[in-house]
């Protein structure tokens, strides 16, 4: 299905979710009871296309390493929202969360807050205004997580980075009580090296001033394990318009062949 017609850029907002990875992700979004229950499969280069209404307010993260069984109940080594395939919460640190606030204009963010367990990146489409650019995490910080915070899965392997909040539980590194304001709470040694690998995502919780973008009705490519360099692309008002560092462009569908590949399904959540 391909969305068309300009009225649903003015009361909703498109978001193709991709996988660049090289193994499967269950993505979840939460809240996104009328999507798919908030939880669904992308296997490598698969991607999924969903819209949500102007004031909806919340986030999307990916699950990894998940074993469900036919009734959908099972678990996962990251991100995982209870025993369930369908997502009813937010879900489980660590995880690298996409962030949004749909308004006029839309706020949106990579947060490692809560941790990290892919790279994730957010490029915006079709928008203007304010800082409308491309945010995330495109470091995989599994590669140089301290060992303190690193949790491991099978065969040893090192799937998630913790926040040291997460970890320690200390006022200083929850910002929390005489470190609950943004005079007090500063980056520590491990926030430093989350903004190193990340530095245009949430290393800490008042990590505002590079970590917070607002654009005007754009639609939104939420890319797993992708570069923030990479171009991207979705549908719009019968294009497909695609982004990235470069800027935007139309393209045909013999452009989006040889830019992307992907299988893609395309669901309405919610429309005005």
Not at 39 to 46: A, C, I, N, R, V
Not at 124 to 129: A, D, Q, S, T
Not at 232 to 237: D, E, F, S
């Amino acid at each position: 299905m391909i969305i068309t017609g300009s009225k649903l850029s003015d009361c909703a907002r498109v978001f193709t979710i991709v996988n660049y990875c090289r193994q499967t992700i269950w993505p979840a979004v939460f809240p996104g009871e009328n999507f798919n229950g908030g939880g669904f499969t992308l296997k490598t280069g698969e991607s999924r296309v969903f819209t949500a209404p102007v004031g909806w307010s919340g986030r999307i993260w990916a699950r990894t390493g998940c074993k469900f069984d036919s009734r959908g109940n099972g678990s996962c080594e990251t991100g995982r929202c209870g025993s369930s395939y369908k997502c009813g919460g937010s879900g489980e640190t660590p995880a690298s969360l996409a962030e949004f606030t749909l308004a006029s204009p839309d706020f949106y963010d990579v947060s490692l807050v809560d941790g990290f367990n892919l790279p994730v990146t957010v490029t915006p489409l079709n928008g203007g205004g304010g800082n409308c650019s491309v945010a995330g995490c495109d470091g995989d910080l599994r590669q140089t997580c301290a060992k303190e915070l690193a949790v491991k899965g099978g065969g040893g392997r090192v799937v998630g980075c913790r926040s040291a909040c997460d970890v320690f539980n200390t006022d200083e590194y929850c910002c929390r009580g005489v470190y609950g304001n943004p005079m007090t709470c500063q980056p520590t040694s491990y926030s430093k090296l989350f903004k190193q690998a990340c530095p245009t995502a949430y290393s800490y919780a008042y990590d505002d001033p590079s970590s917070i973008f607002t654009c005007i009705t754009g639609d939104y490519v939420v890319s797993f394990c992708s570069s923030r360099n990479k171009s991207v692309c979705t549908y719009h008002n019968n294009k497909l318009i695609c982004g990235g560092a470069s800027g935007l462009r139309a393209s045909g569908v013999k452009g989006w062949m040889m830019i992307l590949t992907l299988m893609v399904t395309t669901l309405i959540w919610n429309i005005c």
